[in-house]
């Protein structure tokens, strides 16, 4: 499968927008995504994807909002961390009770 290039958070808020502000322009919101999705270029999917973030960030449907998403992923990150210090740690202690004092 072939990747687009990654566009900048500007863009992904300006399509955001637009989909938000032309809702009443289209039959569905899948019309207008198509519809921008051409003029931004990006897939209609990947337009949908950000659309879906964007109403759970303003409160339009449920989930996790950007700013939660990134606090689960850094806790995610630092278990992560402390997981392998502790284990590593304990790597360690077994070694040095096989050692011959």
């Given at each position: 499968?072939?990747?687009?290039?990654?566009?900048?958070?500007?863009?992904?808020d300006?399509?955001?927008?637009?989909?938000?502000?032309?809702?009443?322009?289209?039959?569905?919101?899948?019309?207008?995504?198509e519809?921008?999705?051409?003029?931004?270029?990006?897939t209609a999917?990947?337009?949908?994807?950000?659309?879906?973030?964007g109403?759970?960030?303003?409160g339009?449907?449920?989930?996790a909002?950007?700013?939660?998403?990134?606090?689960?992923?850094?806790?995610?990150?630092?278990?992560t961390?402390?997981?392998?210090?502790?284990?590593?740690?304990?790597?360690?202690?077994?070694?040095?009770?096989?050692?011959?004092?």
């Amino acid at each position: 499968m072939r990747r687009s290039p990654k566009l900048s958070p500007e863009v992904r808020d300006r399509a955001v927008r637009l989909v938000f502000d032309a809702k009443d322009q289209y039959p569905s919101q899948w019309a207008a995504i198509e519809s921008i999705t051409s003029k931004i270029g990006c897939t209609a999917e990947t337009l949908r994807k950000w659309v879906r973030q964007g109403e759970r960030d303003s409160g339009v449907q449920p989930g996790a909002t950007t700013t939660e998403q990134q606090r689960i992923k850094d806790l995610g990150n630092s278990l992560t961390s402390t997981v392998l210090v502790a284990a590593a740690a304990g790597r360690r202690h077994r070694l040095m009770d096989c050692v011959p004092t």
